[in-house]
């Protein structure tokens, strides 16, 4: 059974920093790998979605890498902003063809 | 445009209702989704449709019933509410099964009184 875990549950930061967000997974047979955000009362926002065969992916200030072998995935954030306060989801995509969610990083980006 | 648009938005009611959640999306995709956020804000699929084909369905309770009268649309009905559905139903679709990035509607948070 694939089981996904985020660390850390909740990182508060000062605005500028670079920060990392993990994510793991316990069965390393995925299909993809997707990065969500998702804002106090809102839906999910996909960030970013890494193919079984990549390494990474990058979009503006963001970037995730997949280590499928040992079951790892970063989200890198540089040079943060308040405007990045938000949740950040990891979730897989398996051969049971439905995504399976950590419980998310909830970050705080202080001005 | 809304890729995916659910509706409503918010739904308070009583227990032992029937309340009815319409999603729709106009991506052209095959594959739709309905998730279930829970109190401690824990995504779960209840149901996977594709080309109005039930695929998955999670050992959801009965009372849940959900109907896909095309591939663009995914209605989600719930019989006999408890206090327990109370949650945020997220509504989701893909290009086709598997391998592809899943888009996700805004959510209705059901409250059950």
């Known amino acids: 059974k694939q089981e996904v875990t985020q660390i850390p549950a909740a990182l508060s930061v000062p605005e500028g920093e670079n920060l990392v967000l993990n994510c793991s997974f316990t069965?390393?047979?995925?299909?993809?790998l997707q990065w969500f955000r998702q804002d106090p009362g809102k839906g999910l926002t996909s960030l970013l979605l890494i193919q079984s065969s990549q390494r990474e992916q990058t979009s503006g200030r963001l970037n995730a890498s997949l280590d499928k072998s040992s079951g790892r995935s970063t989200l890198y954030i540089a040079a943060s902003q308040p405007g990045d306060s938000a949740t950040y989801l990891c979730a897989v995509m398996a051969g049971s063809e439905k995504l399976v969610f950590g419980k998310g990083t909830k970050l705080t980006v202080n001005p | 445009d809304t890729a995916v648009s659910q509706t409503p938005k918010y739904l308070v009611t009583q227990m032992g209702n029937d309340k009815s959640i319409k999603c729709e999306q106009n991506l052209g995709h095959d594959t739709m989704y309905w998730y279930k956020q829970d109190s401690k804000k824990f995504l779960k699929i209840m149901f996977s449709?594709?080309?109005?084909?039930?695929?998955i369905n999670e050992t959801v309770p009965n009372r849940f019933s959900p109907k896909s009268p095309d591939k663009a649309h995914l209605n989600l009905h719930i019989n006999s509410l408890e206090l327990g559905d109370s949650a945020v139903y997220f509504c989701?679709?893909?290009?086709?099964?598997?391998?592809?990035?899943?888009?996700f509607g805004q959510g209705t948070r059901l409250t059950v009184v």
């Open positions: 989701a679709s893909s290009l086709y099964r598997g391998d592809t990035e899943a888009f």
């Open positions: 069965d390393s047979a995925i299909y993809n």
């Open positions: 449709y594709n080309n109005k084909e039930l695929i």
